[in-house]
Nanobody, 119 residues
Framework: QVQLVESGGGLAQAGGSLRLSCAAS????????VGWFRQAPGKKREFVAR????????YYTDSVKGRFTISRDNAKNTVALQMNSLKPEDTAVYYC????????????WGQGTQVTVSS
C-alpha cells in the first residue's frame, strides 16, 4: 500500500517562497507519475503540476508556470514543489498524489499541507 506524506507548508508573504516535499513509501516500485494538486476553500481540487517518474518530464497548470518547479529524487522516493513568487491566490491545501500507471490514474493521496500566502 502506497503511503504519501507531505511537508513544508506554512505561511508566506506575497512574493515569497515555500518548498513542499512529498515522501512516498510502500509499493513505490511502480510509480508512473507524481502530481501536486491543491484545494482552496470553497473550490474544487485542481491540478498544479506533475512529473513522470522515469523521464522527469514535467507539466504545469498555466497559473503556476514560471513560478513553481516540480522535481523528484528517485533514490529517496521524494518529490518536491518549489514555489516562488507566491500570490495570495496560491493559498490552498496542497496534496501530492501518485499514479501507478493504471486506468485509475492518480489514486493515492497524501493528507495535505496548508499553504497560506498573505498580501
Amino acid at each position: 500500500q502506497v503511503q504519501l506524506v507531505e511537508s513544508g507548508g506554512g505561511l508566506a508573504q506575497a512574493g515569497g517562497s515555500l518548498r513542499l516535499s512529498c515522501a512516498a513509501s510502500g509499493g513505490t516500485y511502480n510509480i508512473n507519475q507524481v502530481g501536486w494538486f491543491r484545494q482552496a476553500p470553497g473550490k474544487k481540487r485542481e491540478f498544479v503540476a506533475r512529473i513522470t517518474w522515469s523521464s522527469g518530464s514535467t507539466y504545469y497548470t498555466d497559473s503556476v508556470k514560471g513560478r513553481f518547479t516540480i522535481s523528484r529524487d528517485n533514490a529517496k522516493n521524494t518529490v518536491a514543489l518549489q514555489m516562488n513568487s507566491l500570490k495570495p491566490e496560491d493559498t490552498a491545501v496542497y496534496y501530492c498524489s501518485i499514479d501507478l500507471g493504471t486506468d485509475r490514474g492518480f489514486e493515492y493521496w497524501g493528507q495535505g499541507t496548508q499553504v497560506t500566502v498573505s498580501s
